[in-house]
């Protein structure tokens, strides 16, 4: 909440949706509104929404003519709204705008190395800078991050966000998907505007993780246009190995050796000291599984 409210260009409002099962969250951003001028809508959900119900409660209640979602342990830089909502200046019919992303510890210590690397990985690199010529591309090989970004409120609210039972926590990746399958027009701002935590309570690190494995097999079956079969071919190369060890870890072994013997996980995958824990995990005790 610090770093919106620090923001050069303010916000309209700040809606915040609390899944907490305690008050401390409501504690905080009572005593934030007694000295706020930006008017902050609160919601504790009992029971909780989960994280799609949650972020589609905030797109129901937001009044602006653009979103800015932000999950609850990541933080904007100080001129991330400014220059995020100038892109539209230089393209007034954007759909959405986003900027390069830090890496930052539970401390909130920014590691430089895994921030260039996490970038170069998704494509946000100088090269990649501007308005990009396909949206499906940005959302396949995850140059669209998973918040952060700046999207238009009418965009947001009809595209919404699927349900646990259908997308697991690949939710975040399943939206931006299928906004780039109905929207064009993605803006990516060579310039930092967020920090994303590794966090030790962030969904990545929960015994039910699967959003690796459902954004390999969202991508794997989207039709894409031949001159796009080479991100579709990257992104289920590179998700491939993450995707088998959670599939793995919740017990969908054939699954995931479904993955390990596809041509996305091909020998030099399979020989590497990785594929080999990843093949004798597949074969061991779930509990012992878990500790290799």
């Not at 830089?77 to 900027?99: F, K, R, S, V």
Request: proline share 4%; charged share 25%; glycine share 4%.
């Amino acid at each position: 909440m610090h770093s919106v409210l620090e923001q050069s260009l303010q916000p309209s409002e700040i809606i915040i949706g609390d899944d907490s099962h305690d008050d401390i969250t409501e504690k905080i951003v009572l005593d934030i509104k007694e000295n706020c001028e930006i008017p902050i809508f609160y919601t504790r959900h009992s029971p909780s929404l989960g994280q799609a119900g949650n972020v589609n409660f905030l797109y129901d209640k937001a009044q602006g003519h653009k979103i800015v979602l932000l999950h609850d342990d990541d933080l904007l830089l100080p001129n991330a709204i400014e220059d995020l909502n100038n892109c539209w200046n230089m393209h007034p019919d954007l759909i959405a705008a986003y900027g390069k992303q830090y890496i930052i510890s539970e401390e909130g210590e920014v590691n430089l190395e895994e921030s260039h690397n996490l970038n170069q990985m998704f494509f946000r690199t100088s090269d990649y800078a501007g308005l990009q010529k396909s949206s499906l591309e940005v959302a396949i090989l995850h140059q669209f991050p998973s918040n952060g970004y700046m999207v238009l409120a009418s965009a947001a609210k009809f595209i919404r966000y699927r349900p646990y039972q259908e997308v697991g926590t690949g939710c975040d990746f399943d939206f931006s998907l299928r906004l780039s399958l109905e929207y064009s027009n993605f803006f990516f701002l060579d310039k930092y505007t967020a920090k994303y935590r590794l966090s030790n309570t962030s969904v990545s690190k929960s015994s039910n993780d699967d959003a690796a494995a459902q954004s390999f097999n969202i991508v794997l079956t989207t039709n894409v246009p031949e001159e796009l079969s080479w991100a579709k071919e990257y992104e289920l190369k590179r998700s491939a190995p993450i995707a088998i060890v959670q599939l793995i870890d919740l017990g969908k072994r054939k699954q995931a050796l479904d993955i390990y013997f596809s041509k996305y996980h091909p020998w030099s995958s399979r020989f590497s000291l990785g594929g080999v824990r990843r093949l004798i995990k597949a074969f061991l005790p779930r509990t012992i599984g878990k500790l290799i």
